[in-house]
């Protein structure tokens, strides 16, 4: 039984991610709000991804 939970916590955490990964990308990353934008443009970068 432990096995069994162990995964489920293991798939609910993979979609999680997902999920999040997906906002970050959707929302803020297309965000016509000026300040959302410009603010995950500059991490972007501060990271050295490229963007552009």
Same mark, same amino acid.
């Given at each position: 039984?432990?096995?069994?939970? +162990? !995964? &489920?916590?293991? %798939? *609910? !955490?993979? %979609?999680?991610?997902?999920v %999040? +990964? &997906?906002?970050?990308? +959707?929302? &803020?990353g297309? *965000? @016509?709000?000026?300040?959302? #934008? $410009?603010?995950? #443009?500059d &991490?972007? #970068? *501060? $990271?050295?991804?490229?963007? @552009?």
């Open positions: 039984m432990p096995v069994a939970a +162990g !995964q &489920v916590g293991r %798939l *609910s !955490q993979a %979609l999680m991610a997902m %999040l +990964g &997906v906002f970050i990308v +959707g929302v &803020v297309f *965000s @016509h709000i000026d300040v959302i #934008h $410009n603010a995950a #443009h &991490v972007r #970068h *501060s $990271n050295a991804f490229p963007c @552009h």
